[in-house]
């Protein structure tokens, strides 16, 4: 029996290839989790669980997919960074995003009785919806990651506030939130430095700066390397020999996949870190 | 502190709305089910649990996602059918796909517990990659459906033929590759049936026809509707009154999702079950 | 000398071939043809020579391009249709508009001292844009083409009202404009009539209607044909043989190409043609 | 009368906007080129009345849209560069490409009688497609012109010495053919040289290098500008103030437009013209 009469509709699927020699970001974000973070009594602003969890699907998505240089996470989003010259699935855009929704949801639901061991999970489930965006030159990846870890920052010090003053302040949600219209940072730090002695300051890395995950090497003093101007004079995908390919793919196994909460708007973080952007592996640093 | 500075990042988000007023298919795909499967020992040439499984999965996404009106799949695929008048996140491909292959992954894992119960899951988990396509006509829409539906019964054939000539002739993998080569239906069929008994007609409905999955109403007398007319004469999304929408909803709700195993290539399943192309609910069907 | 160093760059053009089994209309617009039509003296409200001309460059336009089955214009833009079928071009998007843009604008200029013998064109020349913009169902397609035509009616009322109001009420182009703000077809009518003497009835069709450009055939008994049904029917590209292809080609450059001003908005405009949706050329009518 | 019964038509246009910050390089392309230069009788292997003509057309398109920063042309194809800052049309596609094929095409008609003035054109009349692509680095857009300057060289030795075997060796076309395949550029030039005493170093630059089009400022010297580098860094369209952005359009309407026919594929051509890769109008050079 032929299928040869229907398999016409074939020709009616699209081609979703993404411009080459641009840096392909894929971002997911949480369906409806302000309702499933009440269901599961998720703390606030920020619960360390959730936090982790999220962290350590991310962790598991890129020990999946090698070819994503660097993922960044905040509250039920993270992004991932495929390097420009990156050829995986020739670049279609729904293979490179749902593999990654997909992957991310799968160990969401794997490991959530490792983080909430008294809570299991009930219909309907968490899930996340994703897209890809292309960025053409360094500067507009840096400043897509930049956008996002100021959003984490003016979030993070406005939930901190909001919550003291419901939490500690016995504040309702509409005054609090009254109150907190139209502020700027410094009141909000002087809030709650005045009536709860909270110095933001001191507040935990991971909520205040996001999580940054990547393929841990030897820092390189700044100066010496530029990757970001190589990156952007890379006008194609680099063609190594086999052998090569081969090679940084064992080396990129052997490193370390790390969850750091830095500064990632500033050159040092992306400096000292060469590897991010030339997508060529460091050093393997020494046993510690 | 203002955010203003990294925001025109946003505008390299390109728009991915689907043409309007055509049939919308999400095609989700398992991805390296052959080693997953040998992983976690799946029966040959169908493991049942496995099945049902897929099954079970493709239920929960139809009942978190309403506007979806049929399903169908076969071995590690499933195909999700919006109606040509949905205006589901704008019609949105991303989140349309994302959406879909992130809430089956979710069930997937979820309870694969429950089918699998002696075979923990372990890294590297099960994902799906997924993606939409557009069909203008209801003749294109039921062509792709019996595209599937050719194709598994092309698939399952072989298989049935193929894992017979080795669980019960003792044939190694090449060599019966190389008896099958070629052979038509009719062939098949007398392998089966002269060295191992086996009637391809007496197997089970599930392995032949795969499983489609949709509201139950009650079903109508063949003549009596015109639904695929009626559909391609729409021409826009109908506006109802809010009050028709919120009625379809709770309509909808309340309806039965049942997963069957029939032929949907011959025009009957679609002339007794008209709600299926009109997307207007049928008549609930008397207790039973 | 090979040129493999360079070539990649092909890889960056991306596919833009249309969705198939859809109706593709291509919409022509002059760009700036306010300016240039106050540079060549236009008669206001409507200048018969320039919509000739118009009317001249879209005919020949459809004789070099026997794919059009149907073109309509008003004013200074014109919309092109692609029977649902067609594979002209793979139906690529670009090829498609800017072909029909540059015949167009060519046969513009080529044609311009036939109807503007007194006034040789100079820099800045006239030019147009254009897009394609692709309907799923015969519906789609005619309501597309009832907008535009409805767009006409509305425009030359307007038009026709305000000119009057100033080229014989002697009114400034803000007082009439203040004048006819919000009023309704038949407030502008009676102004017409009581003021100028003017039964817009009377009008010439071409400024009513539009004009629309098709191949001219034998016209057939409405309800005798139902061609629209057969459109949406249509799954796929029909495969003639080459035969067939080649006598279709010949009965179409046989066929006269002509010019009306009808209402295409009604139903017997279409059923009296059934060739234009069915795509299958008519009887040529005797000699007259 | 309201239209909105059919405006719904309007949804089915898609947007097409271009990635923000690459390059745009528009390619028009004569349609069936070939034929067309037979029934005119241009002069092979090139007419330079024919080369001539495209030029103006090219100046022409140039002059109208100031955006472009450059042109380069061959035979019968074109492309136009847009600056990756470039914000016409909100880059859309459709808009950019038809502007210029449209705008093209009506130089090309309208100059045709000034350089053939002995042959007037008649219908078929030549037409151009085209299309957009967008190349993300300087790098790209580089490797881009070098590969239509390659393209020259390699069919502008190859037609030389064709022809010149046909016009001066008397062969026929198919011997020539036979003759020249597989052939190096050595051997061809060595053809040239010893059977008909032509040294290919000695040819027409316009017909070794094409035509580049360009605004025309005080060359700088190599060195001193980096506008590559700065070009790659630009993340984002420039916020002029509205003072500096009539400025630079005076600057740039002052400018002459030339065509020359250079070497675009080594450094020293971008070095010493940086407004090309800046966009900013260089220094207009004394009254020679």
Known sequence: MANSKFEYVKNFEQPDNLLPNTWIVVRIDGRGFTKFSNKYGFEKPNDRRALDLMNAAARAVMSELPEITIAYGISDEYSFV???????FERRSNKLVTT????????????????FPDTPLSPPLPSFDGRAVCYPSVQNLRDYMSWRQVDCHINNLYNTTFWALIQQGDMGALEAEEMLKGTYAAHKNEILFSRFSINYNNEPEIYKKGSVVFRDYELVDPGTHNAATEADNLAEPVLHSKNQTENDKKHRAKARIVIEHLDIIKDEFWDRRPWLLSNKPGKVPKET
């Open 82 to 88: 495929f390097h420009k010259s990156c050829a995986l």
């Open 100 to 115: 990654i929704v997909s992957t991310f949801t799968a160990y969401y639901i794997h490991l959530w009785s490792t983080y």
